[in-house]
């Protein structure tokens, strides 16, 4: 469904509740039967028509379309719905999406729900809710199904249709010994086109790519992205499988983790809210640390600046070719760094690789350099009609810029990576930052030393 | 597999080969069963090796292997091999693979596989390398299951057993109509808990979400994204089935598409090859357009320093805070456009919360202003002993710099996107270049209305 259709439901809901046409309006929501679209259509109504049309929702579908909701829309139908419809819709929920929504939900509404769960489940949830955030652990789901190796594939197939999950985790059914460790997976295909009688221990795979509990979700999405699997067991320290993460969830962290380093990259801290449901204060806390720091070594900038008054105060054109001399820098230490960064995250090379990649930026630089000084050096002399000293040292300064800032670009990323600290936090503002200061040393460095004074 | 291992198994294969151990490495080779890996091993082995090794798999483990290789190695070993054995290989790659490898393989090769293979294969190959790069039509794979409306759940299964195919793609089974339309889907867990004598056409879910052959990738990305479907199918204006998709080709999608964005934003032009096949020159080229852009238009800042001379030499001073103003500037602006660009990408929001988004960041730019040029005040009268009329012409400078770059970086990415452009190729380097001269137009501005000249 587009965007166009979603309004146009929603203009039409609305109209049918001012008209108290209710009978109307449940059969129309009845007739939808996306979970996707119906939250999507009902997340931007007003709290009172939003709960009217959600509770016209069959139960088990209201839990879907709960679990597909914003977390901001989520806690709008929380804080108006009665305490047993609460637990009911909890209830109705999938593991993995119950230990979501009480990962983020107040406090309150967590110790509500969980006077409503059996011991047990509550034992349950509470150790989920001890992994780590973003963990493999925080994302995994415990609806999987387990196989003995000594089973056939008749009685699996019969185990399967028993437990009977609607849930995609069943297409891959792990293994395990009796010491509860994961000794092979088998997939439901397989099951389905294998002879009846043939034993697991037979036709599973044993060379199991799995998570451990507390490795991060950037590294369980490289796995995803890697071995392009539609599921992935999650196991302790033991090797015991402990719950199953399935692609649907790591589709969104792909996303969000990109986000992420978009955000760090323009120097704002990041943060896990939508946009539109953030307050103009919430977001000038992202963003003014970065500001306050980069500002604050912007006046070292202007110190050097300052120091060489002497030489601006005798050539006042050199001062012109500041912004382009600084942004050249900084624009082509970004481009170092951005490709830099972005390829460490994606896993495309490695520590490793850092010293052919310097190597590689360098070359880069003499070439980017090379033409840039020439297309300037052309332009002062015959467009702008420079004096040719000042030309050639603005040229030679341009060229320096360009190959320093290239290998800057590619280096400090690197190095921040090496000290097992996040790349992305070298932002490119960062680096211009830095890039800017060393290229007024050189410009002005040139100029103390060749200009008549 | 991590990295360290793949090492170790080269290191260990090359000394097998050193030695002339070919019987010692047929069998380690075999003992490798996850293909993912096998391609990593042997990418970073030199050519001659890397075939010896390709060689002793068995044919079909070959041919994964080699789809999962990057298209440089498969060019390594496509110039190496004989044209039987290529043919060999290609025979035996799924449908979709087989096309993608055919789209980038330069011309010889292509007209040598096509050559190889059956009338009515190579049409249908055709066909499919026909759809424009990156649309849906060159993504999808023919290999999948359509029932029929009136097959029993029983039929169905054992028409799945006599297809066999051995691909993920047959979790979810498409349902044809006489005329070939799409009417609806079953996933196979469904057929394997259903009772065996139900008629497909009772099971089946009507309300499909399907793609056309002419989406683009971002667009089915999105889909995917949105959805957290297995596979989606792709139908022709006539609403008839021409193949599906599978998450799996959708996950390095979702990850390219980020990368090429942040490529954008950094002013790189993107290319579709990694970074370590690339040439200097190459990435050079990729590079050189914008920063000569950026370069010359950095001169129109540099001319309105120039312009206003007559005040830098009365007051000098006002020259060291030009950094600090423009840096600020571009920081703050590329904050908002990173945000609004990223936002605008992943569908967060859309052209018409427009007004909301400009309104917001304006009050976030005051936010963030107002305590920038507090702060900057404060240092300048107590810590640098600033004159306090320029640290007022200053601090308000600052603050109308944020506002209005806050402001801009919001707005500019927008206008592009609503002109149908890709709002990426709005560089905060680009926005950074147009604050600049919006800052120093207001500086020196007001500069030269309040301080005696």
């Known amino acids: 469904m587009e965007y166009q259709e979603y309004k146009e439901y929603r203009d039409y809901f609305k109209s049918l509740i001012e008209k108290k046409e209710l009978k109307e309006l449940k059969e129309s929501v009845s007739e939808l039967s996306n979970v996707v679209d119906i939250a999507e259509i009902i997340e931007d109504m007003e709290d009172k028509d939003m709960l009217l049309v959600f509770r016209m929702l069959p139960k088990d579908k209201s839990a879907e379309v709960f679990s597909y909701m914003e977390l901001n829309d989520q806690l709008r139908i929380v804080n108006s719905i009665t305490d047993k419809e609460l637990s009911e819709i909890i209830d109705e929920l999938y593991f993995d999406d119950r230990i979501d929504i009480l990962e983020e939900m107040p406090a309150n509404v967590v110790t509500k729900v969980l006077k409503g769960t059996p011991v047990n489940e509550r034992k349950l949830i509470n150790e989920f809710l001890r992994y780590p955030e973003n963990s493999a652990g925080s994302l995994m789901t415990i609806e999987y199904v387990v196989l003995k190796p000594e089973m056939t594939v008749k009685e699996a197939l019969d185990h399967i249709k028993e437990v009977g999950m609607d849930k995609e985790t069943i297409y891959t059914c792990y293994v395990e010994n009796e010491y509860k460790m994961l000794i092979g997976f088998v997939s ?27 490795e991060d979700q950037e590294e369980v999405a490289d796995a995803f992205v890697k071995y392009g699997y539609i599921a992935l067991p999650v196991v302790d320290g033991e090797y015991r499988l402990c719950g199953i993460i399935t692609f649907d969830d790591i589709m969104d962290i792909v996303e969000s983790e990109a986000t992420e380093d978009f955000h760090k990259m323009a120097a704002i801290n990041p943060s896990e809210d939508e946009y539109l449901d953030q307050t103009p204060w919430q977001l000038s806390k992202n963003r003014i640390p970065w500001l306050l720091i980069l500002m604050i070594s912007a006046t070292f900038t202007g110190g050097i600046i300052n120091r060489y008054n002497y030489i601006l105060v005798e050539y006042m054109i050199l001062n012109s070719f500041v912004p382009m001399m600084t942004d050249t820098g900084g624009n082509s230490g970004s481009q170092s760094s951005t490709i830099v960064i972005r390829a460490l995250a994606t896993g495309e090379i490695g520590l490793s690789d850092a010293m052919r990649v310097m190597f590689k930026e360098v070359k880069v630089g003499i070439i980017c350099g090379g033409i840039l000084s020439f297309v300037n050096f052309l332009r002062l002399i015959f467009i702008a009609n420079i004096d040719r000293t000042i030309a050639v040292l603005v040229s030679i300064t341009m060229f320096i810029t360009v190959v320093l800032s290239k290998f800057l670009g590619a ?32 410009y002005f460095g040139l100029a103390a030393s060749f200009l008549p004074l």
Do not use: F, G, Q, Y
């Open 411 to 442: 280096a400090l990323p690197m190095l921040v990576k090496r000290m097992n600290l996040d790349p992305a936090i070298m932002a490119s503002a960062l680096i211009t930052t830095i890039i800017d200061s060393v290229v007024l040393l050189i």
């Open 188 to 214: 439901l295909r397989t099951l389905v086109v294998s002879d009846e009688s043939k034993k697991i221990k037979d036709i599973m795979i044993e060379d199991v790519v799995s998570v451990n509990t507390l």
